[in-house]
């Protein structure tokens, strides 16, 4: 309520505007600096917006932190921040859900399973080491059996759209690697958000609570199928064609509407956001595909906020109770299960061992997903700063070692190229 009272004093409302514009320019700079390290641009927009308040504390202390986003100004940028995310959501599950309904060749199921099921080991190894050394900071009160899951699907997430944008930027789009990896990314992905949503569930930690979130959960899913079934409408179609800024102000008041009332039953606003981008049928020529585009991209431009936001209740509040332990237990166990689980899913799936490696370092990619599975965690109270903190870092140093490592790949398969053919030169001249 007091977010919504300084959208009514003209100062407070030019403040905001104010922080989010610094967002914005933050956001710009993160871009031009992964742009410089050959990066994808949402890795510079990530670590630079997750950086900016701990990096005005650490200098200016914080006071002036306090000053340049006071509370209520924070709680409005916060708000904005969750309805980008809300927004942005809403494309990216539609996505998944298109692409994720079509049949798989053998050798991708291969790759989703190696790539699923060895991470999610990883994930109970890492839970278990939180338990058994007592780190009462990391484990947090959630009950044992959520605690378990959402650690689990937290080390299993491999980011589609980072991957996507990474395949696009080097050229892999059409490449054997790359559609493998794109496709294996997508199955997994839509499982986790199932697994995700089971521990969210078992979160409440006793019957009642499960059933309330059943209930909360089949209330999502009855506002999700209206959608569906809504936009299928004659007066729907005719409306997308006629009136698609209408519709995409509609499609997105819908979204904020179904998010809103999960996060108020209990559940997570980001569960909402999923569901009605599932809901949305699929189909190139749908004349709502670009309702869905306008939504993500709007959501796309808040997103920084996101970060930014995320930085400063995660961050600064988190860093002295998590161990260097846990940060690099939880990045080991990442490159551990994704890539050895990758690599051998590929080989599994019939693929060369040189495309098996390209798969292997592709699935490792977890990027902005990851930050939106932990955003559910910690808001549903079952994952603790700390550990949200050592799996941020697990996340953004295995989506930045992609680039690197690909091109190593590459180098080395030029070498041995160049040292076959240098063989073979030489064996022909005598």
């Known amino acids: 309520m007091e977010s919504l009272r300084i959208l009514g004093d003209a100062p407070r409302v030019a403040h905001v505007l ?10 710009l700079a ?3 600096l992964a742009r410089l390290l050959r990066q994808p641009v949402v890795i510079g927009e990530i670590v630079v917006g997750l950086l900016s308040g701990p990096a005005v504390i650490a200098l200016f202390g914080r006071g002036t932190l306090n000053t340049l986003l006071p509370g209520p100004v924070f ?12 927004l942005f959501l809403v494309g990216l599950a539609h996505k998944l859900g298109t692409d994720s309904g079509g049949p798989r060749r053998g050798g991708t199921l291969w790759v989703a399973v190696g790539s699923l099921i060895p991470p999610l080991v990883t994930g109970l190894l890492l839970a278990g080491l939180v338990l058994l050394t007592d780190d009462d900071a990391a ?3 959630a009950p044992l059996p959520a605690f378990l899951l959402m650690v689990a699907v937290s080390m299993s997430i491999t980011a589609v759209p980072v991957m996507a944008r990474i395949l696009e930027d080097r050229g892999m789009t059409r490449s ?6 794109l496709a294996a990314a997508i199955v997994i992905d839509a499982a986790g958000w199932l697994l995700l949503t089971l521990a969210i569930s078992l979160g409440k930690g006793s019957l009642a609570g499960l059933l309330h979130s059943v209930r909360a959960l089949g209330l999502g899913v009855l506002c999700a199928l209206a959608v569906r079934y809504g936009l299928r409408t004659r007066v729907a179609r005719t409306a997308c064609v006629r009136l698609p800024r209408t519709v995409t102000v509609l499609l997105g008041s819908v979204a904020l509407v179904v998010a809103i009332a999960m996060d108020h039953l209990g559940m997570t606003a980001i569960l909402g956001a999923a569901l009605v981008g599932f809901s949305i049928p699929g189909g190139e020529d749908a004349p709502w595909e670009g309702a869905v585009a306008s939504v993500s991209r709007t959501g796309a431009v808040l997103a920084p906020a996101f970060f930014v936001v995320t930085g400063i209740t995660v961050l600064t509040r988190s860093f002295a109770d998590t161990s260097w332990q846990l940060i690099a237990a939880a990045l080991v166990l990442g490159c551990l299960g994704k890539g050895v689980g990758g690599y051998l899913g590929a080989r599994r799936g019939g693929r060369t061992p040189e495309t098996a490696r390209k798969v ?3 699935m490792n990619t977890r990027g902005l997903t990851e930050l939106i599975a932990l955003q559910a965690g910690l808001s549903a109270g079952i994952l603790t700063g700390p550990l949200v903190l050592a799996l941020i870092v697990m996340a953004l140093t295995t989506t930045a070692m992609t680039g690197p490592l690909l091109t190593l790949l590459d180098r080395g398969e030029r070498r041995l190229t160049t040292g076959a053919l240098a063989v073979a030169t030489e064996s022909s001249v005598r």
């Open 18 to 27: 104010a922080a989010l514009a610094a967002i914005l320019l933050i956001a």
């Open 30 to 32: 993160g871009r031009a």
């Open 75 to 86: 709680d409005v940028v916060k708000l904005i921040a969750q309805a980008g995310l809300v």
């Open 139 to 141: 484990r947090g009160s």
């Open 176 to 181: 054997g690697a790359g559609q493998t990896a």
């Open 360 to 362: 292997a370092v592709l």
